[in-house]
């Protein structure tokens, strides 16, 4: 599989996206309880990105308002987009499954969320993608085909 | 709001296992991939474990290898070479060995490694010191 161009600022942009309406959500939830819907209204948005890319709101945010005005620049970088969307779609799991605890046991909703609005830091701040590793060892044992 | 704390502690409890047990993991893949072999060569070199789909390996790593200068850097696909991957138990992708002339691992690097560390690496592996660093 070859490479393509990758625009990384998008996934920036869907990074700080993540982090943003997780932290809304959770400080939010202290005060307005409704503010924890922002939990599973995440996930739809992630998993829609993960297979439709059209439908990724957060990049299509970036590739629409914030490059054409020159707010983000583009970092455009020779990848691959499927451990990227990878990623993603994990991500997306994760907050479904954290949805599914947010009303019978809070605190196991909110710590999963919250480990994915720290794994998406993570991989702003430093680079560190986990899905990405995660896709690379199950490409490596041959669960799929990563190369 | 105690759920919000509850919640705290326990991703704190969870990112402090998990770089624990990344610690454990690398030092153990390290200790068991010293002294492993590859082809020999007249000076040392690098052995440079990527693939297709790693982003830092492209973004970090090989901007870092670059500025090495006339270091031989051997470039494997770890999917591609699972062989030679799991004698150097890459789990993780960027990783970086350097090799001595004479084909033995004295040093390796799991995730990215940057250049003045591999330099240093490179410098103790022409003066024969075979020291294990992170």
Known sequence: MATQVVDHSALKVNQTGIIATVLVAFIGSAFYRPALLLIPLL????????????????????????KPRGIVKPRPVQDRPEPHNFAQGLGGVFLVVASAFLLPVPVIGLALALLVAVLAFVNLAFGYCLGCQIYFQLGKRGVIRAS | MSAQIWALAVVGVVVLAAACLELFRARRARVKTLGASATPASD???????????????????????????????KVDAIADRTLADR??????????????????????????????????????????QVATA
Do not use: W
Not at chain 1, 48 to 62: C, I, M, S
Not at chain 2, 50 to 70: D, M, S, Y
């Open chain 2, 88 to 129: 150097f138990n890459v789990y993780t992708l960027p990783t970086t060995v350097v090799m001595s002339p004479e084909g033995r691992a004295l040093h390796v690097n799991y995730g990215y490694a940057t250049a003045p560390k591999l330099e240093r690496q490179l410098a103790e592996a022409r003066g024969g010191l």
């Open chain 1, 43 to 66: 996930a739809i948005v992630l998993l829609l990105g993960t297979f439709a890319p059209n439908l990724a709101l957060f990049k299509q945010f970036y590739f629409k308002v914030l």
């Open chain 2, 44 to 74: 040392p070199y690098i052995l440079y474990f990527t693939g297709e789909g790693c982003t830092v390996c492209r973004t970090h790593q090989e901007p870092a290898l670059a500025k090495l200068g006339a270091v031989r850097v051997d």
